[in-house]
């Protein structure tokens, strides 16, 4: 049975490359969200109109299982890792984003395309860190020592 997740925030600093794969699991996560959210706005509506036309002794049934259902697509999303799903057989968006994550790692560990693209960008990365950091700048992007222009003078 699924639980409350732990805080995901990382009890150590996480590597460049294990940040971009949070960044792409919740861009992922985000579009199913938001395409849910477009998907059950009309359906809504929809429930609520005819539970309202069909149903006097249950106006509400319809809206209400639809919002069952929204609460199980929550889980099912797991947006902002709230769910701790130990059921390996569950299909989730976590199974998802496991699957792909580890097609990624096994093109990778075998020395392909993917392991120079990792290399390549790891050395682009380094090299603009390695340049911005020795360059410090002070206000507005001027370098120490470098003076000001006074304010120009109206006249």
């Not at 889980?75 to 799903?85: A, G, H, Q, S, V």
């Amino acid at each position: 049975m699924s639980e409350e997740a732990p805080s995901q925030q990382p009890s150590e600093h996480p590597s460049r490359w294990q940040v971009l794969r949070d960044v792409v699991a919740f861009q992922f996560k985000l579009a199913m969200d938001g395409l849910r959210d477009v998907i059950l706005s009309p359906i809504s509506i929809t429930a609520a109109i005819v539970g309202i036309i069909t149903s006097s002794e249950n106006p509400g049934k319809y809206f209400y299982r639809l919002l069952e259902i929204g609460h199980e697509s929550d889980r099912w999303i797991n947006l902002f890792n709230t769910y701790n799903d130990d059921n390996e057989d569950r299909v989730s968006a976590d199974h998802i984003v496991r699957r792909a994550e580890s097609a990624v790692v096994s093109e990778y560990e075998k020395g392909g395309v993917l392991s120079n693209v990792k290399n390549q960008t790891d050395k682009v990365i380094d090299r603009i860190g390695s340049s911005t950091g020795s360059e410090k700048t002070t206000e507005l992007g001027k370098q120490p020592g470098e003076q000001s222009c006074p304010p120009a003078q109206a006249q």
